[in-house]
Every structure is written in structure tokens, then in C-alpha cells.
């Protein structure tokens, strides 16, 4: 736990490699997870870099990867692990990630040794182009079987429509078809007869037709031969190119259109479709010219159905389905077996996609490492970073070993460089159970090296937060089981992780499966302390009232507007419920006041308590790092302002719950004798002030319980006075801790710059400069810069700095206290929204004494209450 409470000790060392070796060291360095390397090269650009070649390399293979992965998942296929798969103990652990990657590329190269990985790339170049040549060969291939296939099948489609136009033509049947242009009545063109069909040219005169009463048969056999055109549209063009037809021909043609029956592939496409054959019949070469234009810009495609005379012989007709018939077989037996090889390709590099990808983004990796080292002598490297402290044995028998391995023995070193320093990076040491809690905090912002890490505490105060917003038994089960769930399937989530690959939110839920588990158990702990289980009082102990009709607990009936009373003596054993509210509190007419007034104190408490903690964190990070300036003028004034005020406020509430108030109004009253407690005479008349025996002042002379709020307000808004007291000297004691507040302001905002001034000031004038001081604004940076190049910041900036800080602080402690008052309000609210479910659904059908009622009305309650307060009221304290 050392390792949490403050970053691991961090070291600034020198390392300088044999150029053949550097590759499989900083691999084994890598295994360590103990190194953070400096960039030596910061003045060249990505481009100008050592091993860019190599990273390029890395960027193509991921692409043939990419293309691989695309053409796996579209046949369905899960990615599938190797065997010898090592499964990673932890989502951050990345000494079992880099050997994992170790083991994949023993599986891959069982034979090779450390020299072999200069080849590494060369031979996934080699396997992978291979691979991605056969399948663009064969999609290729597919893409021309599918697009000639597509177009058989609507060429079929076209035969067997244009066989049906012509048939129905022949027999009179052609009110089974549609006809053309809708549109014609509002264009004046010809009304469609009874059978449906339509002239194509307009009565000149009313005495002639252009069409015998034999119709478009007669027409053809004796005066006219038309051509036509037969193609296949998108089922939704159809009123478009209708219209189109019309407007453009001027209503000079003749179409009929039949839907296809199933949805086919498009041709340019691939996708199903549904579609319709259209036969358009036109007299001219330009109306042919026409439709062809109108085709080309629907997308339709015409086909070369035969003449209709020559259509009208029904054996040829029949030869020719019948050989489309037989070329669609052989065509689908093609694709199918096309298919099949793909499929079989595709399935083996399943099995090898993780290996390729693993190492693939290992090689990456090395490579932008090794971008951050510097040739400064031929045949070596030289590079800078941060180590833990306890892997510097470690990583320096690495190094030694990959060098000896490969006959280079004395060829490298590891050193440390002399100070100064950069900055170190922070490094914290973290296992499953904590590793969620340092994401939620690094969220926030990460804590400067060997700074107290706020995870520790937040591991213990987040979930006890959540709970005092979520405390219900019931509620807190529910997460508790979830995260029992999480816990118990995180093996098996693990290796569906590794064969197919992690998904980012389910890992992240994954991950918190211990803070799950401990917000539930704080969830449950909360509910036993506001004795509230799915809404409902849990009566665990005798109840300490007693009413009539009660039988020693809450047991029995109770007439609405009974009193009740205690059931021992005030303070006594027996007046006090062992464990939590008392359960008579949630059938009182009060319940509402009493659970408002007792949760909105305790969020304020726990904030206070909260906010004081931080501010000594501050204190202790000040005193670890020597800095007396940060200590005396920043840490002392935020803590006295911090006491004064809000420290005092938790005070009054731990005040005001000690005390006795049967008590002190006994001693504001006025017995039957007209004495008051301290036998002075007093009547009926008399104010509280007059007969309140501790003269404490204000209004009630301390004798009456005050409103808390008011007497917070009042402090800064009227210092002095207090109407309702609770001790002798109350509004001169808050007058002081006033003024001791204000006087910590400016303290806190111009103390520090102040004793910079006159510390830069009392300096030689050879070691300074005039009316300025350097400041450290970044302590976040890594940078290897020399570190005695820092930035020059005027007085006033560093002013502007502190006043800002200023504000923040005073302003943040006020806002801070408002919003942990959202423990009070979420647990309200969640509390009265499950009473109102319970009261309007389940007691309803109770009382209704029907048990199919009661089922119907189980099954609504228990959905509304998963869904709105386990899963959304989750999410809102969350």
C-alpha cells in the first residue's frame, strides 16, 4: 500500500545500446513496465526520424490487417485465439500484455533467435501480401460472377414477364397488369378503355380511331408494327419513370410494368432489391432514343428480350428460358464455389489474426520507442527515461543478457544521470481492486510526483457517498449481486477478450466490478442506518414509542393522529434504537421533516469533513516537500477559513443535536405555581426571553431549538446577532471567527507572492533579475530540457496566479458544501419516488384482494423499480 499512498520512487538514467540489440532490449524492457522514455530527438519532425521506415512498414501491415478483419467478419467468423494463448491477469498489467506477445511470436517463429527480428516484418510482409493477392483475386473474381449471375437472373425475370405481357395481350386478359401513365386524364391524353388497355394516339376526330375495335392485335396484324424495350427498375421508381415516360414522349408510347415476386441483387450493387419489368412499346428511332436516355438516368438496365412476333412462337421462347435456366445453374455453381474457397481462406486467417495483430502492434511500439533514442556514435544508441527505482537491478540484467545473447557482451550501460532532474512522472502501483478507483481519480487530474495519492481516500469515501445517496437494502443488493456477477464471469469475459477481442465498455463495467461491490455494500450498510428495504421500515428491534394499540414494536394497528411516546425515559437504554432510525419514524405524520432535517445535516458533515481532509492533504504535501511558503501562506489560511466557517457549522449541528431540548423549554416555561425554573415570578404573558432561565440573549435566551439555517446565513449577513442561542457569547464567538475568516483572505492572496518578492528581492543582483521570480507553472512536464530553463513569470503574474487560486478556494468551499447537499436531495428523492410505487401500484392491488391484480401489479412494480431507481437512479448518483 506504500506504493499508493505516494508514487513509487522514480530515477533519470542514461542508456546506450548496441544498434543490433536495441530491438529485443527495449522488448525486454517493455516486459518491465517500468520505463518511461524521453524524447532525445525533439527537433526532428515524425518524418525525419531514425526507424520511420519501419513504422510506415508497421502502418501497411495494419491496413492489410484491417482488410483481412473486413473480409472475416463478413462471412461471420468469430476471431479466434491461438491454444498457447496467455490470458492477461489484469486490465493493466503490462508485463503478462508483452509476454503474451512474446509467446505469439514463438508460435510464429518457433525456430528463429534473437537476431531474427529484423526479419520479423519481412516475413509478415511476405505472408500477408499473399494472403491479401488470393483474396482480392477471388472477390474479384466474385464481383464478376455475382454481377453476370445478377444479370441472368433479371434477364429471366425479363423473359418470363415479357411472356406474360404478350399472352395476356394475345388473350384479352390484360386487366391483370398494370397499365401506363396514371397521369394521362390531367395531360389530356386517351381515356383507358373498359379492358383496360389505352390508345396510343388520341381520336383526331370522334368518327376515327386510330385503333380497330380488335385492339393492339389489330393494330399490329394490319396497319402498324411497333418495337419495344424490356428492362427491370427499382420497385420504388415506378411512378416517377411513369411520368417521365409521359412528359417526355408526350404520351407517344405504351409501357407495362409486373412486380418481381422475391427481392433480387442488384447487378452494380449486390444488395437485394425489389424490382419490376417494364415492356415500353413506341413507334419512332427518336422515342427509342428518348426511352434509352430515360433508362440510363433511372438506373434501369434493358435486356435483349427478342422480338415480340418472334416472342409469339412459344418453343423458341421455351429454348431460350430454358438455356438462361441452365446458365443460371452452372453460374450459381461457380459462385458457390467461389464462395467456398473464400470462406476456407478466411477461416484460417481467423486463427491467425490475433497472432499477426499482436505483433504487429508490438512492432509498433519498438519502433516509436526506439524513434526517441539518438546515434550519437555510429552503431550505438543512446537514450533517456524514468525508471522505477526497485527495477533498476532488473532492468540492467535485461540489457546485459540481450547483449550477451548476442555475442555483444560490454557493449551497453545503464546509469544514472546527475542531477538536476526533469520532472518525474507520476507511478502508482495498482492491482485489480484499486485500479478503478485511480482511473476515476486520474479523470480528474493526475497527482504530481510524490504527492498523496487522493485514491487511497476515495477508495473508502466514494462508495460510502454513494451509499448515503442510494441507502436502501434492497437497492444495494441488487448492485452488490451485479457486482458478484461481474466478479464471478470476469475469467470467462477474459477469454472471450482474447479470441474475439475487447469491447470498451464492457471492459470499463468489468473493471469496476470491486467498486460495484463495495458501493453496494455501502449501499446496504446506509439502508440498515435509514432502516428503509424497497421502501418499506424493517422492524429488527423493538421500537422505542409506544402508542395505543401497539403491542412493544410497531406490530398492532394505529388510528391516525395517535401520540406517540417513549417508551423509557429520555436518554435512557431503552428510549434509544440499537441500530439505525427507529422504524416508527416511517409511519409518523412527520417522517418527511424528520428524514430531511436528519439526511441533510449528515450531507453536510460529510462534506465538511471532506473538504477539511483535502485541505490537509495540502498541508502534508507541503511539509513532505519542504515548501514552508506553500505551508504557512496557503495551507494555514485555507484551514482557518475552512474552521471558522464550515468547520464551525458541523460544530452547531453536533451542538444542537447534544443538547436537551425538553429540557431547556422546561426552563423557558412558566409552571402553575408562576415561577419559572429559577423561581422568578412569571405569567402566561411573559416572553420566552423573560422566562428562559440560561439569559443566553437573542430572541429565546437559548431555551428554544433554532433554525440552523437562518443561523448560518446570519453569520456573514449579521454578524453578532443571534436570535435563537445555543451557548452564552454565541454572536460574539461568531463575530470573531468572521473576522479571523476575512482576515485569512488576503493572507491566502497576497502572502505568497509577497514572500517571493522579497525572497528574489534579498537575492545577489548577480543570481536575479529585476522585479521578476520564476515559477514553476507545469510540475506535470516531462520534458528533458535542462531544468534550469525555466519560465520567467513578471510579479504581477504571479499575482494574477495566486488570485485566482484565491477565488477558487473560497468560492469552491462555499459551492463545494452546496453540492454535497445532492446526497440529501438523490436519497430524497429516491426514497419518496419508491414510496409513491409502492403506495399507488402495490398497495392498491394488495387492498384490492385480487391475486391476478396483485400479479399484474408485482410485475409493473418490480419493472419500474429496476429501471427507474436500481439502473437510473444509479446513474444519477454515479
Not at 452547531?652 to 425554573?677: E, H, V, Y
Request: aromatic letters at 12%; charged letters at 20%.
Amino acid at each position: 500500500m506504500g506504493s499508493w499512498w505516494r508514487s513509487r520512487d522514480m530515477k533519470y538514467v542514461s542508456l546506450i545500446l548496441s544498434e543490433d540489440a536495441a530491438h529485443e532490449c527495449v522488448h525486454n524492457l517493455g516486459e518491465l513496465s517500468a520505463l518511461q522514455f524521453t524524447d532525445l530527438n525533439p527537433e526532428q519532425t515524425a518524418f525525419q526520424r531514425r526507424y520511420v521506415n519501419y513504422v510506415k512498414r508497421c502502418d501497411e501491415l495494419e491496413r492489410k490487417l484491417r482488410f483481412i478483419l473486413k473480409e472475416i467478419e463478413a462471412f461471420g467468423l468469430q476471431i479466434s485465439s491461438t491454444s498457447h494463448t496467455y490470458e492477461m491477469e489484469t486490465t493493466t498489467s503490462k508485463t503478462t500484455a508483452s509476454r503474451y506477445v512474446r509467446e505469439l511470436k514463438c508460435l510464429l517463429y518457433p525456430t528463429s533467435d534473437l537476431r531474427s527480428s529484423a526479419l520479423l516484418l519481412d516475413t509478415l510482409e511476405a505472408e500477408l501480401e499473399e494472403y491479401e493477392t488470393q483474396l482480392l483475386e477471388l472477390n474479384t473474381y466474385s464481383n464478376e460472377l455475382t454481377h453476370k449471375y445478377n444479370e441472368k437472373v433479371e434477364f429471366q425475370e425479363c423473359l418470363e414477364k415479357g411472356r406474360k405481357f404478350l399472352a395476356a395481350e394475345a388473350d384479352g386478359a390484360s386487366s391483370k397488369l398494370d397499365t401506363v401513365n396514371p397521369l394521362s386524364s390531367a395531360y389530356g391524353a386517351p381515356a383507358i378503355s373498359e379492358d383496360g388497355m389505352q390508345p396510343l394516339l388520341a381520336d383526331a376526330s370522334r368518327g376515327h380511331s386510330g385503333l380497330a375495335s380488335g385492339g393492339f392485335k389489330h393494330v399490329i396484324e394490319g396497319e402498324m408494327k411497333f418495337s419495344s424495350t424490356v428492362g427491370i427498375l427499382k420497385a420504388d421508381e415506378k411512378s416517377r419513370f411513369e411520368r417521365m415516360l409521359f412528359r417526355s414522349t408526350r404520351g407517344n408510347c405504351f409501357a407495362r410494368f409486373a412486380e418481381v415476386e422475391r427481392p433480387i441483387a442488384d447487378a452494380a450493387t449486390g444488395r437485394p432489391e425489389f424490382k419490376i419489368v417494364f415492356i415500353v412499346f413506341f413507334k419512332s428511332e427518336v422515342i427509342s432514343a428518348i426511352i434509352n436516355k430515360i433508362c440510363d438516368a433511372f438506373g434501369a438496365r434493358q435486356y435483349p428480350v427478342p422480338d415480340h412476333l418472334t416472342l409469339g412462337n412459344a418453343s423458341q421462347l421455351g429454348l431460350i428460358v430454358r438455356e438462361t435456366t441452365s446458365e443460371l445453374a452452372d453460374a450459381r455453381e461457380v459462385l458457390l464455389k467461389n464462395r467456398e474457397l473464400r470462406l476456407a481462406l478466411c477461416s484460417r486467417l481467423a486463427r491467425r489474426y490475433s497472432e499477426w495483430k499482436a505483433v504487429v502492434l508490438r512492432e509498433k511500439a519498438i519502433y516509436h520507442v526506439l524513434n526517441l533514442f539518438r546515434a550519437d556514435v555510429s552503431g550505438m544508441l543512446r537514450g533517456e527515461g524514468w525508471i522505477v527505482a526497485s527495477a533498476e537491478v532488473d532492468a540492467r540484467t535485461l540489457i546485459s543478457q540481450t547483449h550477451a545473447a548476442m555475442d555483444l557482451a560490454g557493449a551497453s550501460m545503464l546509469s544514472q544521470v546527475p542531477l538536476p532532474w526533469p520532472v518525474p512522472p507520476t507511478s502508482f502501483d495498482v492491482n485489480e481492486f484499486t485500479y478503478a478507483f485511480q482511473e476515476f481519480v486520474d479523470t480528474y487530474g493526475v497527482p504530481r510526483y510524490k504527492e498523496i495519492n487522493p485514491a487511497l481516500f476515495t477508495a473508502v469515501t466514494f462508495p460510502f457517498l454513494f451509499g448515503m445517496m442510494y441507502g436502501d437494502i434492497g437497492h444495494g443488493a441488487c448492485i452488490l449481486l451485479g457486482g458478484i456477477y461481474l466478479l464471478i464471469t470476469h475469467p470467462a469475459y477474459r477469454r472471450c477478450v482474447s479470441s474475439a477481442g475487447e469491447n470498451e465498455m464492457l471492459g470499463g463495467v468489468y473493471a469496476s466490478r470491486y467498486m460495484l461491490i463495495t458501493m453496494g455494500l455501502c449501499a446496504i450498510y446506509v439502508g440498515f442506518v435509514y432502516n428503509d428495504c424497497f421502501s418499506l421500515a424493517l422492524a429488527l428491534f423493538d421500537s422505542g414509542y409506544l402508542w395505543e394499540g401497539s403491542k412493544g414494536s410497531v406490530a398492532g394497528s394505529v388510528d391516525g393522529g395517535a401520540e406517540a411516546n417513549l417508551s423509557a425515559p429520555y436518554g435512557s437504554t431503552g428510549s434509544i434504537y440499537p441500530f439505525g432510525v427507529d422504524p416508527a419514524w416511517h409511519i409518523s405524520s412527520n417522517e418527511l421533516l424528520f428524514f430531511n432535517s436528519m439526511k441533510m445535516k449528515t450531507a453536510v458533515i460529510f462534506g465538511v469533513v471532506q473538504m477539511t481532509g483535502g485541505i490537509f492533504l495540502k498541508g502534508l504535501n507541503a511539509l513532505y516537500f519542504g515548501d514552508r511558503a506553500v505551508f504557512w501562506l496557503e495551507f494555514m489560511p485555507m484551514i482557518i477559513f475552512d474552521f471558522c466557517l464550515f468547520v464551525y457549522m458541523a460544530v452547531l449541528i453536533f451542538t444542537k443535536w447534544a443538547i436537551n431540548w425538553d429540557r431547556r423549554q422546561l426552563m423557558g416555561s412558566c409552571g402553575i405555581d408562576g415561577l419559572t425554573f429559577d423561581q422568578r415570578p412569571c405569567s402566561d404573558g411573559d416572553s420566552l426571553k423573560h422566562k428562559c432561565a440560561l439569559n443566553f440573549g437573542g430572541e429565546t435566551g437559548g431555551c428554544a431549538p433554532p433554525n440552523l439555517i437562518n443561523q448560518l446565513i446570519n453569520i456573514a449577513l449579521n454578524p453578532g446577532v443571534v436570535d435563537e442561542p445555543m451557548y452564552s457569547g454565541q454572536g460574539s464567538a461568531q463575530s470573531a471567527l468572521l473576522a479571523i475568516a476575512f482576515l485569512s483572505v488576503p493572507v491566502l492572496l497576497l502572502g505568497k507572492p509577497v514572500y517571493i518578492y522579497f525572497q528574489h528581492a534579498s537575492q545577489p543582483a548577480s543570481a536575479s533579475q529585476p522585479i521578476s521570480t520564476q515559477i514553476e507553472m507545469d510540475q506535470d512536464s516531462t520534458s528533458s530540457e535542462d531544468p534550469k530553463s525555466k519560465e520567467v513569470h513578471s510579479f504581477s503574474e504571479v499575482l494574477i496566479h495566486q488570485c485566482i487560486e484565491t477565488i477558487e478556494f473560497v468560492l469552491g468551499m462555499v459551492s463545494n458544501t452546496a453540492s454535497y447537499l445532492r446526497l440529501w436531495a438523490l436519497s430524497l428523492a429516491h426514497t419518496e419516488l419508491a414510496q409513491v410505487f409502492w403506495e399507488k401500484i402495490m398497495r392498491t392491488a394488495i387492498n384490492a384482494n385480487s391475486i391476478f391484480f396483485v400479479f399484474v401489479a408485482y410485475s409493473t412494480f418490480a419493472v419500474r423499480y429496476f429501471g427507474v431507481l436500481v439502473l437510473q437512479c444509479k446513474l444519477a448518483c454515479v
